[in-house]
T-cell receptor, first 114, second 113 residues
Framework: EAQVTQNPRYLITVTGKKLTVTCSQN?????MSWYRQDPGLGLRQIYY???????DKGDVPEGYKVSRKEKRNFPLILESPSPNQTSLYFC?????????????FGPGTRLLVL | AQTVTQSQPEMSVQEAETVTLSCTYD???????LFWYKQPPSRQMILVIR??????QNATENRFSVNFQKAAKSFSLKISDSQLGDTAMYFC??????????FGAGTILRVKS
């Protein structure tokens, strides 16, 4: 089954404790992206990757890191989480960079930073 | 920068009736894509319908259709024969050729029996 998976689905952590949210897709997609969803703001892009070893900042990259060592995986790293990073996070992928292809979303990761 | 505005935070509709969700956007681009995503209580993001800006014909997907007015930069979603399973948050989104989706704040739709 074609899908985007995220782990963990739920996470409670404390300020400053490094964490990683994994994202994996099995569709051989070139483009992957991370979004965060906050009430009243919709979803906002954090980082994106056009292909292996190619990443760039989205609209709200502060406090986050990403890597793209393999085509299928695009982990989101919070080196020192803070309470303002409490949010619902989505990973998404699409076949390639360039607007003709629709994006597929993972199931979301709900993060609470105390 | 592109912006997307959904002016209706919440709406309700009776089962089997028709409802229209509004969306306006701002861009200087001439070629782009517009989407409506549905987010049920499970929080999964589900693509409902997409529209290419170069196409004049409005997209339709079963009970879902759009009214795309390019000059007015308006992209409304019409849901016909509303069903209880349509209860969800609906997001309007814009995408240029850079693949970044810009989302509106969302509209909560409640379908009542």
């Amino acid at each position: 089954e074609a899908q985007v998976t995220q782990n963990p689905r739920y996470l409670i952590t404390v300020t400053g404790k490094k964490l990683t949210v994994t994202c994996s897709q099995n569709m051989n997609h070139e483009y992957m992206s991370w979004y965060r969803q906050d009430p009243g703001l919709g979803l906002r892009q954090i980082y994106y990757s056009m292909n292996v070893e190619v990443t760039d900042k989205g609209d709200v990259p502060e406090g986050y890191k990403v890597s793209r060592k393999e085509k299928r995986n695009f982990p989101l790293i919070l080196e020192s989480p803070s309470p303002n990073q409490t949010s619902l996070y989505f990973c998404a992928s699409s076949l390639r960079f360039g607007g003709a292809t629709s994006q597929y979303f993972g199931p979301g990761t709900r993060l609470l930073v105390l | 920068a592109q912006t997307v505005t959904q002016s209706q935070p919440e709406m309700s509709v009776q089962e089997a009736e028709t409802v229209t969700l509004s969306c306006t956007y701002d861009t200087s681009e001439s070629n782009y894509y517009l989407f409506w995503y549905k987010q049920p209580p499970s929080r999964q993001m589900i693509l409902v319908i997409r529209q290419e800006a170069y196409k004049q014909q409005n997209a339709t997907e079963n009970r879902f259709s759009v009214n795309f007015q390019k000059a007015a930069k308006s992209f409304s979603l019409k849901i016909s024969d509303s069903q209880l399973g349509d209860t969800a948050m609906y997001f309007c989104a814009f995408m240029d050729y850079g693949n970044k989706l810009v989302f509106g704040a969302g509209t909560i739709l409640r379908v009542k029996s």
